[in-house]
């Protein structure tokens, strides 16, 4: 069973077919919201909305240890992560599907191991390559399926928030290298690595991040998003389905 943890405007997955939901406790405290078990393309799918099923925890609030272990408790193997992103790169346009490589972690005060206190040791996880390239290689797949061309590769800056950057501050991740900017990704990857979980991130970029667009636009253009969300489900669907 793989699980899928759905971002910003997905606190539901509309091609999940239900079967019921869990409340999960752990020692880490309590997930977003309950678990959702269903069948996706005849699979069995786990998931669980970020930011909780009324988007009630803003980016810095989310119990991301909560949130991992109890979806890998429950028998996960796995977790396809979908987040928004504002795009930096050129051809990181809005409405554009992205399958980061790598990761920049800007983020702070987050609670984001799993080894610390008295009874657990530390554990410096090994992170050269934050994401599971299998199941990144399947997403691209599933994308390149659903007849999305382009490159979807990128490297994800994840930021504090819950503001949005700055334009100088855009300007100088993207002199660090990064091509997509977002809130959620981090801690998220890390423990997910530390529960060797296999994590991928599937990010749908949602505006131009600060400075790069015409105008300033943060809210997502409802077409633009209409389709992108077709995709995703799209894609989602190729993923499972083959
Ligand atoms: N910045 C950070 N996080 C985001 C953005 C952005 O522009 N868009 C969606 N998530």
Request: proline letters at 6%; hydrophobic letters at 40%; glycine letters at 10%.
């Amino acid at each position: 069973m793989l699980a899928i943890i759905g971002g910003s405007g997905l606190a539901q997955l509309p091609i999940l077919e239900v079967t019921h939901r869990q409340v999960v406790r752990t020692p880490y405290g309590d997930p977003s919201c309950a678990l959702t078990y269903g069948k996706l393309a005849g699979q069995n799918v786990v998931f669980i909305a970020r930011h909780g099923y009324g988007h009630s925890l803003a980016p810095h609030e989310i119990n991301y240890r909560a949130n991992l272990w109890a979806l890998h408790n429950q028998g996960a193997k796995g977790v396809i992560a979908i987040g928004t992103v504002g795009g930096i790169r050129p051809d990181m346009a809005p409405g554009r599907l992205v399958v980061p490589h790598d990761i920049i972690d800007y983020t702070w005060g987050r609670k984001h191991t799993y080894f610390e206190g008295p009874e657990r040791p530390v554990v410096h996880t090994e992170f050269t390559s934050p994401y599971d390239q299998a199941l990144r290689r399947r997403l691209l797949e599933a994308i390149k399926a659903t007849g999305i061309s382009g490159v979807h590769d990128g490297v994800y800056a994840c930021t504090q928030g819950p503001r949005l950057e700055t334009a100088a501050e855009i300007l100088k991740l993207e002199r660090c290298g990064a091509d997509i900017v977002g809130m959620t990704g981090m801690p998220e990857a890390a423990l997910a690595r530390e529960l060797d979980l296999p994590y991928a991130h599937l990010c749908l970029v949602s505006n131009w991040a600060a400075g790069k667009g015409r105008q300033a636009q943060v809210e997502f253009d409802p077409a633009v998003a209409a389709k992108s969300v077709q995709d995703l489900m799209n894609t989602l669907q190729a993923f499972f389905g083959d």
